[in-house]
């Protein structure tokens, strides 16, 4: 190209992207510094796992957090944003193990511990380098120099001095306690863990036999395997129809064991017979009755869910098998009563979605009694703020039911907790906090034994606000960027991880690891199917759910909905396969844009196409404006704006500039991601390149105006182009850095020059600066001029109107109109160059009254009448279509007055179905008149 700043036509968003993300990376802008005098804003990232390749909800989510650091240090913050990774215990474990299986035909059992978490390793590498590659091509800026895992070494050493501390102040211990088992993964979980779904069963009613020979109780159950171990049977105290057997026993079937009936507040007696079997093994009620009557706690489960040898003739089956050979013996025994249908409420592994099942083990614990005062209040007292606050509630529900956490698992992946036993005397325990093994136990290895459980995956992960900053050591870093300054999230890890950070921050620094935690929505997608008789649920996916995600009809038979992002369903959105097609700014402008503060997303496919368009007219903006650049030297674009010479239009824009820029700081200080996305689309797309743009044609061709002024609208042009791009850089930060450094070099400006207006200062100070990402973010110029806003409001509603008389004159585009405007005041007058740009026009009168004209259409816009006559080359096609009309009107009213004239019709027609025919009658007739009338003006 001859012009080295005439733009080509197309964007080429793939090879922008990785040149100026390698630009950033190697000119060190993502990094923090701990001795900047400048305030301190940070943020850690939420580590994903290293199971596999990032989604749609993890590019959501760090896509906002980069918008607030890139806004942040361009604000003149030292914005600091921790990038890393979690081991994640379970899930990264389960996802070895199945790997293995397929590609191997081995399980975990078949290797030693050592070889089989090196294995993991080798995994995490490799998907850890795959997930790196991920973020950066998201654009996520940062500072790759802090990178963690969180079983790196020095983050182990923080998670054994945290331990080490709960230990020693009582707060963690180890005891037997009913669990949730996952039996598939062989592990506990906690709580937050498990999910519950609706299920389909049943509820059998059984008969176990009074020892004394009396007679038979009757108890209703839905889990008919657990009865091998029951210790019991309950009834509630207040239950009059079983009073009198309190104290007394029943014979367990099938395996003959006496046991006690009793009465405990626990037992609904409207549920069933009113009279419940006790497992105290395997249920959380029965657990409480249990221990509350000191009765055996027998497991009958082994660890991967089977029956075990306390379950008799069953021994070695499956929970599921066992059930069946219960319900099948008891009825063979003819103490099966009934069988009722029962929907039940199933707790699932959250992971491997295994059913989970109430286990009683030994496990660690910590208590959470001494944190639930502080969690409260920070809250309350504002310290911390949970945004949007409706997630408030959800919150202190959670704190009120607190249990203890269960903090160990039965993996090989994981901290390994960081106690020894004596393996003479188990009760005999050493925690140690430090690199290897304890002292004592180097000296007598053999006699000590660590123990063989990892920690829960969200014990270690809590440390990440200051862990990564170098806790326990007092590091620079810590002391700089500790607390951080947001914390930003989905609402759906609030109690698994948000909370447990603030007990954790609060217990080590005394302090909660951060002010504020934004939980965004959840990502959700449109899924597709048909009903097939053979198979049932069909989902459709592919290219056809593609053209249907694009907006193209379904066809009959095909239903669709919004659902959670599932592989199975189809609805599967791959952030890599968006970036591809659209580009990383497109697919940025369109997450942002989506968060609206909702706990549910429902990401449409189209918005990608919708900013993919506004990415395109971003550059063709940009474009517009270089190739209307001629003779403006950056001498002269520094020597400012000669206001004298300002338009309306100048005014207005200026003035729209200095709103938006306080409405996106704005917007973007509440987490309001979507509408400062809206602001900065609307503003670029309806007022600068639709409206302004267009204005400022006339004078930049030399049509209009002096060259003064057409070197005035260059240097606004200039002035709104980069201060559009710094607006948008953190939404999109590739396309404006792009721009923003053609500007540079467009106007290459010396280190002296000093601007005289405030808005040719913003602009010489930012294109001093080396790239976009560093230059100063937009904010209030000056105040933003209203009467100038208001003025140009009233040109654009004349020629909005203007617009909708030609629409309905049915002119087409390409034929110019006269327009008169009776009543129009100085300001009208005075700008009517604005309407000439706008419309097409032959010639604009302002008069006082009205011009006689033969045919003309009319508007009133703010006392202005706006008369617009038939341009004469449309006057005989309007002539032939209005007396066309005539003719179908005439016709019309001919077959209407025959049936208002028949007397049957009149008999025998409904009175209302007769005014009707009436009304439309007089309508028309009148519709007539109007056509006469203006076929006579023509």
């Avoid at 003779?631 to 938006?660: P, T, Y």
């Avoid at 850089?729 to 450094?741: C, G, K, R, S, V």
């Avoid at 009254?849 to 259409?857: D, N, R, Y």
Wanted: aromatic share 10%.
């Amino acid at each position: 190209m001859s012009n080295p700043f005439q733009l080509p036509d197309a964007y080429d968003a793939s090879h922008i992207e990785s040149k100026w993300y390698t630009f950033w990376e190697e000119s060190g802008f993502f990094k923090a510094n701990a001795h900047s005098p400048k305030p301190p804003y940070t943020i850690v990232i939420p580590p994903p796992n290293v199971t596999g390749v990032l989604h749609m909800g993890h590019a959501l989510v760090d896509t906002l957090q980069d918008i607030l650091i890139r806004w942040k240090r361009m604000s003149g913050f030292e914005a600091l944003w921790v990038p890393g990774t979690d081991h994640a215990g379970i899930a990264t474990q389960s996802v070895v193990e199945r790997h293995l299986l397929a590609s191997e035909k081995k399980r975990k059992s078949d290797y030693t511990r050592e070889a089989f978490v090196n294995i993991v390793w080798e995994w995490k590498e490799k998907y850890e380098a795959r997930i790196l590659t991920q973020l950066k091509k998201m654009g996520c800026s940062c500072d790759w120099s802090r990178l963690r895992f969180t079983m790196d070494d020095d983050y182990n050493s923080s998670v054994r001095v945290i331990f080490k501390k709960l230990f020693d102040a009582g707060l963690i211990y180890r005891g037997d306690y009913l669990v949730n088992w996952d039996p598939v993964m062989q592990t506990a979980l906690s709580d937050d863990e498990v999910e519950y779904e609706e299920r389909e069963s049943s509820l059998w009613t059984f008969k176990y036999p009074l020892t004394d020979g009396s007679g038979y109780v009757h108890i209703a159950t839905t889990r008919p395997e657990t009865m091998l171990g029951d210790t019991a049977v309950a009834i509630s105290p207040q239950d009059d129809r079983y009073k009198h057997l309190v104290g007394k026993t029943v014979r367990l079937p099938i395996l003959e064991r006496e046991i006690p009936i009793i009465a405990d507040r626990f037992v609904d007696p409207t549920f069933g017979t009113g009279m419940v079997k006790v497992t105290p093994a395997h249920d959380p009620n029965d657990y409480n009755m249990g221990k509350n009557h000191d009765l055996p706690f027998i497991n009958i489960l082994t660890p991967n869910g089977f029956i075990n040898e306390n379950g008799g003739p069953f021994q070695g089956l499956s929970r599921e098998e066992a059930r069946v050979a219960v319900v099948k013996k008891m009825q063979t025994l003819g103490l099966l009563e009934k069988i009722e249908r029962h929907t039940l409420r199933v707790g699932v592994s959250y992971r491997s979605k295994a059913v989970i099942e109430p286990y009683l083990s030994k496990q660690w614990f910590v208590k959470m009694s001494p944190f639930v005062g502080k969690l409260k209040s920070i809250v309350q007292d504002g310290l911390v703020k949970i945004l949007p606050p409706v997630w408030e509630q959800t919150y202190f529900h959670w704190i009120s039911h607190l249990r203890d956490w269960c903090i160990s698992r039965q993996l090989w992946w994981g901290h390994q907790i960081p106690i020894w036993y004596n393996k003479d005397d188990p009760s005999q325990m050493i925690c140690y906090d430090g690199v290897g093994m304890p002292p004592e136990v180097a000296l007598k290895p053999d006699l000590w034994i660590q123990d063989a459980d990892v920690l829960d995956g969200w014990f270690s992960s809590a440390l990440w606000p200051f862990a990564t900053l170098g806790w326990p050591q007092k590091t620079e870093a810590l002391h700089k960027f500790y607390p951080t300054s947001v914390l930003v999230t989905g609402h759906d890890i609030l109690f698994f991880w948000v909370a447990r950070m603030l007990v954790m921050g609060e217990y080590a620094l005394g302090i909660a690891p951060f002010p504020e935690t934004f939980l965004h929505g959840l990502i959700y997608g449109k899924s597709y199917w048909r009903e097939n008789k053979e198979v049932g649920i069909t989902y459709i996916t592919g290219e056809e759910k593609r053209e249907y995600d694009l907006g193209k009809p379904l066809p009959k038979g095909v239903e669709s909905k919004w659902e959670k992002l599932s592989k199975s369903k189809g609805n599967v959105i791959d952030p890599l396969e968006m970036i591809d097609e659209y580009g990383t700014d497109a697919m940025r402008l369109t997450l942002a844009a989506s968060a609206n503060q909702t706990p549910q997303i429902d990401l449409d496919r189209r918005k990608f196409e919708e900013f993919k368009n506004f990415i395109n007219k971003i550059w063709n903006g940009a474009r517009f404006v270089f190739m209307n650049l001629e003779g403006l030297k950056a001498q002269a674009l520094a020597q400012g704006l000669d206001l004298s010479l300002l338009d309306l239009e100048d005014k207005w824009i200026l003035s729209g500039m200095n709103r938006i820029n306080e409405k996106v700081n704005s917007a973007l200080s509440q987490y309001s991601f979507g509408e400062a996305s809206s602001a900065a689309y609307t503003f670029f797309w309806d007022e600068f390149c639709a409206y302004y743009v267009e204005i400022s044609k006339p004078t930049l061709l030399g049509k209009r105006g002096s060259a003064e002024q057409k070197q005035n609208k260059q240097k606004i042009l200039v002035h709104v182009l980069c201060n559009m791009i710094r607006l948008m850089h953190p939404i999109a930060p590739f396309i404006t850095e792009e721009l923003f450094q053609l500007l540079k070099e467009r106007f290459p400006l010396e280190e002296n020059t000093h601007a005289v207006d405030p808005y040719t200062q913003v602009t010489v100070q930012a294109l001093r600066t080396p790239a976009c990402i560093v230059a100063p973010y937009p904010t209030l110029i000056c105040e933003p001029e209203l009467p100038s806003e208001e003025h140009f409001s009233l040109m654009r509603a004349i020629v909005h109107s203007i617009r909708n008389i030609r629409g309905e004159m049915r002119i087409p585009p390409q034929i110019a109109v006269e327009v008169y405007l009776v009543g129009a005041d100085p300001i009208v007058e005075k700008n009517l160059h604005i309407i000439a740009a706008l419309v097409k026009t032959t010639k604009i009168t302002c008069t006082k009254e009205p011009p006689a004209l033969s045919f003309s259409a009319t508007g009133t816009v703010q006392g202005i009448t706006i008369l617009i006559p038939l341009p004469t080359e449309l006057a005989a096609a309007e002539k032939e279509r209005l007396s066309k009309e005539r003719e179908k009107l005439k016709l019309s009213l001919e077959k209407l007055r025959s049936q208002l004239a028949n007397a049957d019709f009149l008999e025998k027609a409904k009175p209302e179905l007769i005014d009707k025919q009436r009304q439309i009658l007089e309508k028309q007739e009148q519709e007539i008149l109007t056509l006469n009338s203006k076929l006579e003006a023509l």
